[in-house]
Every structure is written in structure tokens, then in C-alpha cells.
């Protein structure tokens, strides 16, 4: 049996083939092939172009054969910001914002991100792994083939350490890519609340070296926002983290502006997420740094606020911008890149060509991967994610809709939802 695939049927074949990262109006360039086709051998893109020429060659006609039907192809989401460990749900906390109380009231009062530690704290680790394991399953199911996931439930050594130890498991028995984030500087546990500089030690001094002996990460996160840690504090965290070889990555103005953009720029962080309460002058300088802005409408979307980042003038400005679900169980449980999309167009008045973009190779980019995913070129990874539309615009059009209807990761099924023939 030939371990070549070829697969046809592509009506519109998107493959963000071009330069790395995108700006400015190079976001809206596809790289669109009209009746398209791939050819894969051993969970890689072998060929890309058109049906007509890919059949043409001698390795496809011999290859299995799988015809998708005339519908939509994308590079499989690459989703840069999420909290995919966690334990229960915060629903009760979701009502109590609709009658009027803010998250930050809430968080006051015991609630918010505290409320999520307690349960994981308690939680066996064995059930967070089956319980990430399913929510991978869904992610999947909506056309993303690559999570970044995040700890910072845990708030003390034995727990942070347990969620990475989840993800790293899970990362040996799922089909989707893991890409752990080390963020113990989410907020200041209750036990340091008088503290906060003492956990910033622990922090420091024992947790990230332990974190980066064992391997357990690749990115080291910080809320550095109001309420949460200092850009000082901040800055401490990252340095330590990038000198134990975890890049940084940092949560930056979204309840307040902090001054954290600029502390992206200054460490040359992977990525500034949020962002939703930058001045002119941080856009300024996000644009001509090589800092991601990973930009993040669910979360203000499910707070139900007005106020979303100013996508439009950090694309205008030159800035390199990705979007992400922000998957957690307080500000944003969504999984769907799809109504992300829709967001993106419909609040942040992003093209819908800008936003596949933001959610592929940009993002992408981010994760320092945009050598092996987030387009479909010769040589990378067969991540793809196939939809049931007959135009690429029609994906957040149809908000709220799944329209994945098959998921490959490397080349292999992930997902399906309707079978399709295989042939030989």
C-alpha cells in the first residue's frame, strides 16, 4: 500500500504560502489555489498546487486518494493562548456578571481565577488529564490542530507542577500538538497576598529552574495587569525564565494599562496578548518590535464588554498580530477559532482574510513553529483543517457555526464528521 496521499476536491485551497510574519497588507494574502490539490508522504506536504498539475505527477498516480468534495482547505488553527488545565467551571460566577457584579468584584470577594485554583488544587491529576483530553478532542473537532496551554491554576509549586505534568503527558497520547507555557505569575496566591515579592522569589529562585530542568515548558508567561503583578515583577519573572531558556510571553493591558506592552518590546517576547487598553504610542512600539500581539475577542465577548483591541490600527501600524481563543473557564470557555473569526470581523473589524491569517501563521509565528505549521507549503507539516463551505468568507459569516468537517494532523484523521472515501 502507498504511503502517499493525494487529496483533491479543494474548491478553495488557502495555503498562507509567503513571507513570516505577516504585516500590514500582506495579511490579506492567501495564497489561494482554486480547485486545488496536496500530495503527503509521512505526515508532510510533498507537492501543493493544482489538481490538474498535482495529478500530473508520476508519485500521485500511484498514491491514495482521498476527494474532499469541492470544499473549503485551511492550514489547521494554530490557537496561541490557552488555559487548558483546569478544574469545574465558573458558571455561577458567568450569571452573577450578567446581574451587574464586575470581574474584578468578583475576584474581591474569593472568586475569579482564585475560585478555579482551589478546585484544581483538590483535583486528582489523572482527571484533569481526561478532562483536557476531551476538551482536545473538541478543539480538534473545529479545525485546530496546535494549542499552546498555559498552567497558573496551580499558585504553588506541587500544583503548578502537576498541570505541566498533565500537558507533557498528554502531549505522548493525543493527535493535536501541546505547546506548554509555564505562567505560576497568574495572580499572587492567597497565602503570599501580604507577600507578593516573596512569591516572585519562589517564583525566581525554585519554580522556573525546576520547570526548565525538567523540561516541562517552552514559554514563561505573566498577568502583569492591575490586581495581578507589577511590570518590576514582571520583569524579574521573564528574565528569569528566559535564562533558564523559557521565552516570554505576557499578558498585557487588559483590565489597565500597566506599561506592559512596553515590556514585551524590551524583553523581545514571543508575544503581548490582550492589549485592549493600548495608547498610540504602545502601538507605535509593538509595530516596529517583532512582538506578536496576540489579540484575544472572545474574552470581551463573554464579559460582555464594549471595548475590544484596536486591531485595525495595530494592523494599520505594521504590527505582527495573531488571535486565540483565550480557552479558560472564567473570561473566555470557547474553543472555537471559527467564532473567533467572527469576532475578529465583526468587532475588531478585521477581513476575514486578516483574521485566517492572525489565526495560522501569525500565531504560528508566536509559537516559534511557523517553519513546520500554520501554512500548507512543501515540506511542512500536513495540518490541515477542511470546512463545508464553498468560500473561505462564508467561515465567520455563518457565526456561531462549526464547519469543520474534517481535521488532519501530519498528514493523519483527527477529526471527521462525515465519512469520506478513501481510495486505493
Known sequence: MSDTLLITGCKQLVTLRGPVPRRGRALRELGMIEDGALLVRDGRILAVGTRKAIERRKDARRARKLDLGGRVVLPGFVDSHTHLVFAGNRAEEYERRISGATYERIARAGGGILSTVRKLRAADANALAARASD??????????????????????????????????????????????????????????KKRPDAYVDLLVHRLIPQVAREGLAEFCDVFCDRGAFTVEQARRILTAGRACGLAPRIHAEQLARTGAARLAVELHAASADHLEKVNAADIRALAASDVTCTLLPGCCFHLGLAHYAPARKLIDAGAIVALATDFNPGTSPTLNMQMVLSLACTQMRMTPAESITAATINAAYSLRRADRIGSLEVGKFADLAVFDVSDYREIPYYFGINHCQYTFKRGRAAHRRNALALRH
Open 135 to 192: 476538551w482536545l478532542s473538541i478543539f480538534s473537532a473545529h479545525g485546530t490542530t496546535t494549542v499552546e496551554a498555559k498552567s497558573g491554576y496551580g499558585l504553588d509549586a506541587a500544583s503548578e507542577l502537576k498541570i505541566l505534568r498533565v500537558m507533557n503527558a498528554l502531549r505522548r497520547h493525543v493527535r493535536l500538538d501541546i505547546v506548554p507555557t509555564f505562567m505560576g505569575a497568574h495572580v499572587v496566591p492567597p497565602e503570599f
